[in-house]
């Protein structure tokens, strides 16, 4: 499957943004989706994760109950709703699957990723 990001930006802090994932291929509903995130000078970072059949997500600790992550398999796309939007949440965000939804998530269990997009969060 491949993966495309977008709808990254630059938005004042408080503001929200919503990203979308685009899949290619008929087996998006098949995967897991993830979101990373990867700040300047920092290491790719978990942001959310929703199930093949959206009936489980996981969020990180400093993004729960701000980002709201979602899927519609009938139109190949996951999607990340950011609210309340900080300045430390300037990153690139990518967007990845993985056949299996996982106890921990890292980067190396990805086995598709998409090309990333920028939000930037002014203060």
């Known amino acids: 499957v491949q993966l495309q990001a977008f709808g990254g930006g630059l938005v004042q802090a408080g503001g929200s943004l919503r990203l979308s994932c685009a899949a290619s291929g008929r087996t998006f509903s098949r995967y897991t989706i993830n979101w990373f995130r990867q700040a300047p000078g920092k290491e790719r970072e978990f942001v959310a994760a929703i199930s093949w059949s959206g009936g489980r997500t996981d969020y990180a600790d400093s993004m729960q109950g701000r980002f709201t992550i979602s899927r519609d398999n009938a139109k190949n796309t996951a999607y990340l709703q950011m609210n309340s939007l900080k300045p430390e949440d300037t990153a690139v965000y990518y967007c990845?699957?993985?056949?299996?939804?996982?106890?921990?998530?890292?980067?190396?269990?990805?086995?598709?990723w998409g090309k990333g997009t920028l939000v930037t969060v002014s203060s």
């Open positions: 990845a699957a993985d056949l299996l939804y996982r106890q921990v998530i890292t980067t190396q269990n990805m086995q598709y």
